[in-house]
């Protein structure tokens, strides 16, 4: 009968701790998404949309995902070697001072919206 108790309790705990983190993740996507932290908000919402969230609050958390997706601006790279015109692929690039990628590929990479340095 301890056992039984015990092992009721533990699972208790957890799920009231996932539903607080997914209530957390929610709010703060809103936060991130008002200052333009577009990426961050998508990673929050992902979160609290994932199975572990009570289903209500993942169907709000998807709704608010598949909003905030065209809103993300993507950028494609290129470059061309200035002497010969070829394109060149073997490329580092760094955004804001941050790597990005090590060489360009043809695909488009999502990024916040506003200012940046390539």
């Known amino acids: 009968m301890r056992t039984a108790v015990f092992f009721v309790l533990a699972c208790a705990i ?18 991130l998404a008002s200052e333009g932290r577009l990426l961050e908000a998508q990673s929050e919402l992902r979160s609290c949309a994932a199975e572990g969230c009570p289903a209500a609050m993942r169907a709000v ?7 905030l997706e065209p809103r993300v601006p993507t950028i494609v790279l290129s470059a ?27 695909k488009a990479r999502a990024l916040d919206p506003g200012s940046h340095t390539l």
Do not use: I, Y
């Open 14 to 31: 957890p799920a009231s701790a996932r539903g607080d983190s997914c209530k957390q993740a929610f709010t703060d996507s809103s936060k």
């Open 61 to 67: 958390c998807v709704h608010d995902l598949e909003a």
């Open 80 to 106: 061309k070697d200035l002497e010969t015109g070829r394109d060149l692929v073997d490329v580092r690039v760094t955004l804001d001072g941050r790597p990005l990628q090590e060489s360009l590929d043809g």
